[in-house]
Every structure is written in structure tokens, then in C-alpha cells.
């Protein structure tokens, strides 16, 4: 999981390594983003963000190419001036992050479907994995459990992001809170996760978006009609934890409303030795099938810009 707010990947080259992405641009655009929405509020600031948004949308042809792509699998217009509708959704969601970051939680409306099962969930003592995407707003989901005292610890990758990191906890100090950090030591991070599960708590990993590293381990399924790599980790570590697994989405709709949801994706992963492979990848069809439900319900929620099926 990437832990920035305006970082989007231009090309298919970032796509093999998104993680190379430079932060000096999301810095100045957070510092920029967060004077805009203190001083004029976040009405008006959100207003503002058309203009990054026409910006990026006009420079940015990988961006521009990704968009229309995604827009027409999922049946909607391809237009310019859809594409750069859905570059500033991404941006208003990221405007809205910090606020969920500092706490200012009345200027939103919250919907929530299934919540008691997440409840229920912690007071078993059983921990599990909370597997999320792209989608919508991975903050709001972290902000409203912290609010319910639920305790999710989320992996990130900060490992291209030291000045986003400081910028962010001047902003929240306790952001690092429940954070499980995959760098420098991944072999650190899945003791920290470990820990959370025996502990009976949650620990929120994003789905999505695959790691193209030597170690990583990727799977395939049918995704808007088209086949797409996803990762196992995720289905390797909650084999290994013994734990169930659920899928969470926070989906915006405007103005200020943020619906959360939560599904069952597996009680308990099975992964039996001589046929792994092929239930990694049945795990991986049942999370895009419900991927896909949720992207068409909120199709201007969906936020990988860069060509997802390249790779298939």
C-alpha cells in the first residue's frame, strides 16, 4: 500500500515499480492542498482541485489512456471531460483524507453495511485480515474504526515517501500509530502483523495493485472483462495466520458522503500444497468479483490510473 495522497502512476514503465514514483511533487501538492482547504474550506477548495485536475488530465497521456480504458470497461462515457471528472475524484478523496487525518470528521455524512459484523469480529479475540483496493478511501475506513475503537493496523510502504511521511505527521502526530511498515525489513513487517492477529485485531492490507520484485508471488483473475494480475501475498499470509478475511471499501459519493462496506471473502484460507496455485487463484476471483461489484456501483472511485490489464 502506497500511504500518500496524490501520487499517481504515469506510464507503464511506473507500473513495474510504481514504488519508484518520486514524492517531491505529492509534497508540494499536499502542503498546497492542505492551505487551500484551512484557508477557504474544503467546498472551495474541492472547486479548486478542477484545475490540477484539467492540468494533469491534459499532460499526462498514460493517465488519460488508463481512464478511458477503465471507463469503458466499466460502461461509461470516455470524454475528456469524463476523464478529467474522474482525475478529480481521485483528488477530492485525497483533499477529504486530510481531514479524516486531523480528525475533522463533522463536515461528512457516513453510511455504514455491515459494521456490526466487523464489531462481532473484534470481540471474538480472533484476528483477520481486512483485504481493500483502490477504491474509494482506504483513510475513512481506518478513521471510522479508530472512532468505534476497532483496532485496525494498516501495512504501508513508505519506502518512497520519507518527506510525505514528516509531512503527514505534522498533520497527525499519531498516524503511525497502528502502521505496520513493509519497509526496510518486510521480514519485521510479518512479525508485526502476526502479532496483531494473535492479539485478536485487524490488520488492513490493499489488494489491488501487484509488487514486481523478485520475491513477489502474483496471481490472475477475471477482472471487467479482461484478465488482470493481483497479488497472493495476501491469500499466503492469511493461510499462514489461520485467520478469515474480509473485504472493506469506503465509497464517496458527492458532496460529503462516505459509505462503508464489509463482506466475508473466506472464513479461513486453504491452501493445500499440491494445488496452491489454483486456490490462490479461486481466492483471487472471489475478491475481483466483489472488486467489481463495488467499481460499478462508484465507477469514478476507482483510482489505478495506469493500464491494469497490461501485465496479464
Known sequence: MRYTVACVPTGRSLMADWRKI????????????????????????GWMLYVPAFWYTL????????SREYLGRVGQPTSLRHVIRHVHTFAKVALDRLFFLTGRMDRFKFEHTNHDVLVDQVK?????VLLGAHLGSFEVMR????????PINVVVDFSN?????????KLAPDIETRLISLAPDPVVAMLGIKAAIDRGELVAILGDRVDHGPDARITHADFLGSRAAFPAGPWLLAHALHCPVFFVVGLFEAPNTYSLYLELLADEVKLERNRREEAIAAYAAVYAAMLEKYVRTAPMNWFNFYDFWSES
Not at 478513521?143 to 476497532?150: I, N, P, S
Request: hydrophobic content about 45%; aromatic content about 4%; glycine content about 12%.
Open 22 to 45: 518520486p514524492e517531491a511533487g505529492t509534497v508540494l501538492g499536499i502542503k498546497f492542498t492542505v492551505l487551500c482547504a484551512r484557508v477557504l474550506g474544503r467546498r472551495i477548495a
Open 143 to 150: 478513521r471510522r474504526a479508530k472512532d468505534f475503537d476497532v
Open 161 to 169: 515517501a520519507e518527506r510525505i511521511n514528516a509531512v503527514l505527521k
Open 124 to 128: 471474538t479475540g480472533r484476528g483477520a
Open 59 to 66: 499532460v499526462r497521456g498514460s493517465v488519460r489512456r488508463a
